[in-house]
Nanobody, 119 residues
Framework: QVQLVESGGGLVQPGGSLRLSCVAS????????MGWYRQAPGKEREFVAS?????????QYADSVKGRFTISRDDAKNTVYLQMNSLTPEDTAVYYC???????????WGQGTQVTVSS
């Protein structure tokens, strides 16, 4: 089993930045994809970004965050990051990290970290 622990959320003013971290532990697959989703109050959980390592690292972003958010990973630390810049109130949500085992398609979620963008 994989365990995920997110951190780095908080309150930030519009235009500010935050960096989220997600540390994975346990049975981490050698072939995996890690990503971030978010869920705002009263809304469905939505995709934010993902990163898949392989012969070539594959990055994917939601249109709403392209150019503002950057996903990265440090495999030595089993950690994935989400650098969020130019934040707006529309980015306010609980942000969830996930890990997908590409051999078994098993998907694991973290507990989430709250991001609030407000003046």
């Amino acid at each position: 089993q994989v365990q995920l622990v997110e951190s780095g959320g908080g309150l930030v003013q519009p235009g500010g930045s935050l960096r989220l971290s997600c540390v994975a532990s346990g049975s981490i697959s050698s072939r995996n994809s890690m990503g971030w989703y978010r869920q705002a109050p009263g809304k469905e959980r939505e995709f934010v970004a993902s990163i898949t390592s392989g012969l070539r690292t594959n990055y994917q972003y939601a249109d709403s965050v392209k150019g503002r958010f950057t996903i990265s990973r440090d495999d030595a630390k089993n950690t994935v990051y989400l650098q969020m810049n130019s934040l707006t109130p529309e980015d306010t949500a609980v942000y969830y990290c996930n890990h997908k085992n590409l051999f078994t398609a098993t998907l694991t979620w973290g507990q989430g970290t709250q991001v609030t963008v407000s003046s």
